[in-house]
């Protein structure tokens, strides 16, 4: 790994930014009065501001999603590769992973499916899945002489069928 370099004072409020996110909203208290200063001045404590961008989301959430696929790959480094094709065994770890996702997503009111989420569940399904096949057989069209013959009987049929109706109602006879 690279040695990192000393952090810039965006990098950090980036990243104070970022584990105000992590922590949720419980820190800020926004209709709440704190005792000492009701009880003297009838006023509530000073609140911090803060203007949250669509951007800024974005890029809270993409850093999110990162640990999310971290911690998918720790999950599947315990599933062998003979059991990559078992839902039994891989539905856990892919449903931690789009759960990570889905509720950070709504948690920063980013909006689920997205383009991340969604890159992330194909990079999955890309690195993990991409050699599973159907355990049942698959269904195909048939030949395109099976398949003229059986939509042409049922069209000529009906001609028959309706002469066939009209022809027995000509006795002219009433029907009980």
């Not at 200063?37 to 501001?49: A, Q, R």
């Not at 315990?78 to 856990?92: Q, Y």
């Not at 398949?147 to 002469?163: E, Q, R």
Request: net charge negative; glycine share 6%.
């Amino acid at each position: 790994m690279a040695p990192r370099t000393q952090m810039g004072s965006s990098r950090l409020s980036r990243g104070l930014l970022l584990l105000w996110a992590l922590l949720g909203t419980g820190l800020c208290h926004v209709d709440t009065k704190a005792e000492g200063f009701s009880k003297v001045t009838e006023t509530s404590p000073p609140m911090v501001s803060f203007n949250w961008t669509y951007e800024l989301a974005e890029e809270v959430y993409a850093n999110i999603t990162q640990s999310c696929w971290e911690g998918f790959v720790h999950l599947m480094m315990n599933v062998t590769a003979s059991e990559l094709c078992e839902w039994k065994v891989i539905s856990r770890p892919y449903s931690k992973l789009q759960a990570c996702l889905e509720e950070w997503a709504d948690r920063l009111h980013y909006g689920y499916p997205n383009a991340l989420a969604e890159q992330y569940i194909f990079q999955s399904h890309h690195h993990y899945f991409h050699n599973c096949t159907l355990g049942h057989q698959v269904y195909f069209d048939p030949p395109e002489d099976v398949l003229l013959a059986m939509i042409i009987a049922p069209i000529c049929l009906i001609p028959f069928l309706v002469t066939l109706v009209i022809w027995r109602s000509k006795d002219g006879k009433a029907q009980p």
